[in-house]
């Protein structure tokens, strides 16, 4: 019986850490030292040793970087999945990858194995999302399938991602959003637009910067010297200060931070006078204003720097990950 017991125990604790590694693993960070990119897990391992002269973040499973002055892409061990012969290598999204290739200098798609998926022929181009990239032949935009065959004709001066069926263009000096056929489904006479996230769009008038609804109605007004699309319900706003408002019109957090980031987690990044610090939703300092910057959290760790080196702190503020790099990105999940 004994021994059986501690057969069980054995495989309990073998399988609660190798299941404790995997979700570690679940989260990569770029990371620089010596001008050298990689990655670490969150525990600050080296999970790809410092060797790129840049670096994307995962997405897809797969990291765009730079080395020897050529972009490629590696998976979560290092390894070479599309060898670095492109000018350019942005993130993969619903599957391709938006390159810069070198001979053409236009840019194109890949697949995950490295495959053209439309070939380069465009000025410019952005990631797919719901389906739809926005591109350019020459000045104008429009919108391609994955085929990179035009499905929205080139035509607009200014074209966004999609997001929630609608796109943010600008046509004829008027800016608005489209449907995923074209059709307007509102213009504005604002002088500037943002995305609409969660039903709300920042937009922009002869006097700041403001808040409309999906109807174009604005219902905060046009007075702020900026206004950010919403992330948790929270938009940042800014006159003279930093404060946040919520999808209904209301200042939650009243205009006192010298700066400040988006809510993600729960939690936004403040800087009061020369120092960084977080916040809750109802404008509670969580973690002290006392790093010399500071950005998201991610995984449950945020990004933040002291006396010029990054580390990462978690949400109670404590350090999990000495500071000890030249430069630091957010953890992103790695699927």
């Known amino acids: 019986m004994k021994t059986i017991i501690k057969t069980l125990v054995f495989v309990l604790a073998v399988t609660l850490g190798f299941s404790l590694r995997t979700s570690a693993q679940q989260y990569l960070a770029g990371v620089q030292v010596n001008e050298k990119w990689g990655f670490i897990d969150p525990s600050g391992k080296w999970v790809v040793q410092p060797q790129f002269e840049a670096v994307e973040e995962f997405s897809e499973g797969l990291a765009g970087v730079k080395q020897n002055g050529d972009w490629g892409y590696i998976d979560m061990t290092g390894k070479w999945v599309i060898n670095p012969v492109y000018k350019r290598a942005e993130n993969f999204s619903e599957g391709l990858g938006r390159v810069l290739f070198k001979q053409e200098g236009k840019w194109g798609y890949l697949t995950k194995d490295g495959k053209p998926a439309i070939n380069a022929r465009f000025a410019n181009c952005q990631n797919f999302h719901e389906g739809l990239a926005g591109a350019r032949d020459q000045k104008e935009w429009g919108y391609i399938d994955k085929t990179g065959q035009f499905v929205i004709p080139d035509k607009f001066e200014h074209a966004e991602m999609f997001i929630d069926g609608m796109a943010r263009v600008k046509q004829d000096e008027t800016y608005g959003f489209i449907d995923p056929k074209g059709n307007w489904v509102l213009r504005t006479n604002y002088e500037n637009l943002r995305d609409m996230r969660e039903g709300v769009a920042p937009a922009k008038g002869k006097n700041g910067w403001g808040y409309i609804d999906k109807t174009g109605k604005e219902f905060i007004p046009a007075i702020y010297e900026h206004a950010q699309p919403l992330s948790e319900g929270m938009g940042r706003v800014k006159k003279d200060l930093c404060g946040f408002v919520n999808g209904s019109g209301q200042f939650v957090i009243r205009m006192s931070y010298d700066n400040a980031r988006d809510f993600k ?71």
């Not at 120092?275 to 945020?302: E, P, R, V, Y």
């Not at 720097?305 to 500071?323: A, N």
């Open 265 to 335: 987690e729960g939690m936004a990044a403040v800087k009061s006078g020369k120092k960084w610090g977080f916040i809750d939703k109802n404008g509670t300092m969580i973690i002290s204003a006392m790093f010399d910057d500071a950005l998201d959290f991610c995984g449950g760790l945020a990004p933040v720097s002291q006396r010029g080196k990054w580390g990462y702190i978690d949400k109670s503020g404590k350090f999990i990950v000495q500071p000890q790099f030249e430069d630091a990105m957010n953890f992103t999940k790695v699927e």
